[in-house]
């Protein structure tokens, strides 16, 4: 998930995948700019977050927690 510490959508999904037991890997892109590039290409030239972007290739933005368990369920 791309992410900033400042992003309360980010918050928000992080604490409710926890609880869902959804695992997540984080890319805070303030403290990881070298990822911006990656965010953009994600978005079509955008920087929006929270992004998600799945082993198989899908990119969910600014999803709600219950899409992402679904598609994360779906891969597994």
Sequence with gaps: ?????WCGH?????QQLKRLDVPFE???VDEQPEHL???AEANNGS????TVRFADG???VNPSAAEVATHYAAQS
Excluded: G, Q
Aim: charged content about 15%; proline content about 9%.
């Design 26 to 28: 984080v890319i805070d």
């Design 47 to 50: 920087w929006l977050i929270p």
């Design 37 to 39: 590039p990656a965010l």
């Design 58 to 60: 899908t990119v969910m």
């Design 1 to 5: 998930m791309f992410s900033a510490t």
């Design 10 to 14: 980010c918050t928000r999904l992080k």
